[in-house]
């Protein structure tokens, strides 16, 4: 998986690919590619591209206007305003099509190291029979915010207390994600012999302190977080 960054200028798309994405805050350096000129039409273009025995699926995250605030030597300024992503960025070319890319301004809201909230059910009379409902396996375990910052993951509960430590087997993002920063609401569990939470062994978990502790209780009842 990776991210296209394509600015329209004299009628075609200048693009780069951006494995990581765009940087999400001022400081995070990130590479881009830059590759062939693309048509205009590939602004809104989704859908499924054969390539011998696998498939590319392309899909339109952000769409919006761009605007050039600055033209550099090697590089330049642009700002994107659009509901997904509004932002001032710069590119700079550092050897033939590898450019380094940066956000200057920071986010309008920062997801990654704001309070969030967790998404909490409401009761219902009755079940509500539509399209526009999806369900969700209610976990007998702790709820958490899990926040993942350039391969650095953080655990919160609905409360804000930080239960990283605590929980050392779900720190290993290289295993978990495939993306490089999100916050993400989930439910960490301990399992019984039936595969059934065991509501007991995760507040036993979630109360250890010491690094032995902590360390033997992993080894015995290990973690789990649906999210």
């Not at 986010?107 to 539509?130: C, G, N, T």
């Not at 910052?149 to 605590?166: G, V």
């Amino acid at each position: 998986m990776h991210y296209d960054l394509r600015l329209e200028k004299d009628g075609v798309l200048k693009s780069w690919a951006v494995p990581k994405g765009l940087p999400p805050a001022p400081g995070v350096k990130r590479l881009a590619v830059q590759t062939e000129d693309h048509p205009m039409e590939y602004l809104k273009f989704e859908g499924t591209i054969p390539k011998g025995l696998t498939a590319e699926v392309i899909v339109v995250y952000a769409l919006g206007r761009c605007e050039i605030t600055k033209d550099k030597k090697d590089g330049f300024y642009f700002r994107l305003h659009s509901p997904q992503i509004s932002g001032e960025y710069r590119v700079h070319n550092i050897k033939n099509k590898d450019w380094l890319m940066e956000r200057v301004d920071r986010p309008q809201f920062d997801w990654l190291h704001e309070h969030i909230e967790p998404m909490l059910a409401q009761s219902r009379k009755e079940v509500p029979v539509s399209d526009d409902f999806i369900y969700e396996v209610k976990w007998d375990g702790i709820r958490v915010i899990v926040t993942l910052d350039e391969d650095k993951i953080t655990l919160r509960s609905r409360n804000n207390i930080d239960l990283t430590a605590k929980f050392p087997e779900l720190l290993i993002a290289d295993k978990s994600f495939r993306g490089t920063c999100g916050v993400f609401d989930g439910e960490i569990v301990c399992l019984d012999e039936k595969g059934k939470p065991d509501f007991k062994e995760v507040i036993h978990r979630m109360q250890r302190k010491v690094e032995g502790d902590i360390q033997r209780a992993m080894k015995k009842s290990p973690a789990y977080c649906y999210l």
